[in-house]
């Protein structure tokens, strides 16, 4: 298979806002070729005046197989037809934390730092900011990221022993090989059920915080 980060793989990129700039910037670094989609023409005549190759998201999911890897925006669901069209297709979707997640675990920001992840539907920014002030007054060299302070693409060129990281269910369903040092999922209750599709599918998302190491 096809390494999907390898120097020239194509990839596309869904979504061009906070998350889709992230990861671009990130791709571009590393060698591979982007292709940014997204419904808003203003944004995509952004990227196209600098330089980025954009697609309207009709006409990527019409070409989805000509990519190696689908990088998206934790707000697409796992119903929106691009991504039911990559899965179709064989095409592997990530979400910019799992693409931060195996450029750190394979080294290419230096030694992998220890992701410490907390999660729940109430509670979880209180409690990574707490985490990540106990961190720093240990004198650990620690960095509060994820869905609260920095994205992590953005924060993995700063110096870090540690990585406090606040991820949602949304974060987490598109991050399916995250294993962090330590994970805590706070409480969960119904919500976001509309993107989830059920209160399973929800639980599921959220309990992959609890596949590291420490629960």
């Given at each position: 298979?096809?390494?999907?980060?390898?120097?020239?793989?194509?990839?596309?990129?869904?979504?061009?806002?906070?998350?889709?700039?992230?990861?671009?910037?990130?791709?571009?670094?590393?060698?591979?070729?982007?292709?940014?989609?997204?419904?808003?023409?203003?944004?995509?005549?952004?990227?196209?005046?600098?330089?980025?190759?954009?697609?309207?998201?009709?006409?990527?999911?019409?070409?989805?197989?000509?990519?190696?890897?689908?990088?998206?925006?934790?707000?697409?669901?796992?119903?929106?037809?691009?991504?039911?069209?990559?899965?179709?297709?064989?095409?592997?979707?990530?979400?910019?934390?799992?693409?931060?997640?195996?450029?750190?675990?394979?080294?290419?920001?230096?030694?992998?730092?220890?992701?410490?992840?907390?999660?729940?539907?109430?509670?979880?920014?209180?409690?990574?900011?707490?985490?990540?002030?106990?961190?720093?007054?240990?004198?650990?060299?620690?960095?509060?990221?994820?869905?609260?302070?920095?994205?992590?693409?953005?924060?993995?060129?700063?110096?870090?022993?540690?990585?406090?990281?606040?991820?949602?269910?949304?974060?987490?369903?598109?991050?399916?090989?995250?294993?962090?040092?330590?994970?805590?999922?706070?409480?969960?209750a119904e919500d976001h059920l509309?993107?989830?599709?059920?209160?399973?599918?929800?639980?599921?998302?959220?309990?992959?915080?609890?596949?590291?190491?420490?629960?």
């Open positions: 298979m096809q390494d999907p980060l390898a120097p020239g793989a194509p990839v596309l990129v869904a979504g061009g806002r906070v998350t889709g700039r992230a990861a671009l910037a990130v791709l571009t670094r590393f060698g591979v070729v982007p292709t940014v989609c997204d419904d808003d023409p203003a944004t995509l005549r952004g990227y196209a005046d600098a330089g980025v190759a954009t697609a309207s998201t009709a006409t990527a999911t019409e070409q989805i197989s000509r990519f190696a890897l689908v990088i998206t925006s934790p707000g697409f669901a796992p119903t929106t037809p691009l991504l039911v069209a990559a899965a179709a297709a064989g095409v592997p979707v990530w979400g910019d934390v799992e693409l931060a997640w195996r450029l750190d675990a394979a080294g290419r920001y230096g030694p992998p730092r220890r992701w410490l992840v907390v999660t729940g539907t109430n509670g979880k920014t209180t409690t990574t900011s707490m985490l990540h002030a106990m961190l720093t007054a240990g004198g650990r060299r620690s960095l509060l990221c994820g869905n609260i302070g920095d994205p992590v693409l953005d924060v993995l060129e700063q110096p870090a022993e540690v990585l406090a990281v606040e991820l949602s269910s949304f974060q987490l369903h598109w991050a399916p090989s995250l294993k962090p040092e330590a994970g805590a999922l706070l409480n969960i509309d993107w989830h599709g059920s209160m399973a599918a929800y639980a599921a998302a959220k309990a992959r915080v609890l596949d590291g190491r420490v629960a």
